[in-house]
Nanobody
């Protein structure tokens, strides 16, 4: 099993920034791809960004390209999501995910964290 714990969410004004963190534990050696997803009230969960512990080029949803940056620290087994130029439509619960699959790009994940709330006020 793999455990994922997110942190860093909060309330921010439009145009502001936040950095989310996701710490992985357990059988992390079995995973490669790690990703961020988000779910806004009344909407389906959507992919935000992904990277791999092995260093593949990250991928992003069109809606966040140029504003969000995903990165990882293999020594700390932590994945980050730096979010800049935030918009009210970025308001959602952001969840970290991991997968044992070795295909890339990857949009389906088996392990999930509980999520952290991000609220962007106008």
């Amino acid at each position: 099993q793999v455990q994922l714990v997110e942190s860093g969410g909060g309330l921010v004004q439009a145009g502001g920034s936040l950095r989310l963190s996701c710490v992985a534990s357990g059988r992390t050696f079995s995973t490669d791809a790690v990703a961020w997803f988000r779910q806004a009230p009344g909407k389906e969960r959507e992919f935000v960004a992904a990277t791999t512990w092995s260093g593949r080029t990250p991928i992003y949803a069109d809606s966040v390209k140029g504003r969000f940056t995903i990165s990882r620290d293999n020594a700390k087994i932590t994945v980050y999501l730096q979010m800049n130029s935030l918009k009210p439509e970025d308001t959602a619960i952001y969840s970290c995910a991991a997968s044992v699959r070795r295909q890339w790009p990857l949009y389906e994940y088996e392990y999930w964290g509980q999520g952290t709330q991000v609220t962007v006020s106008s």
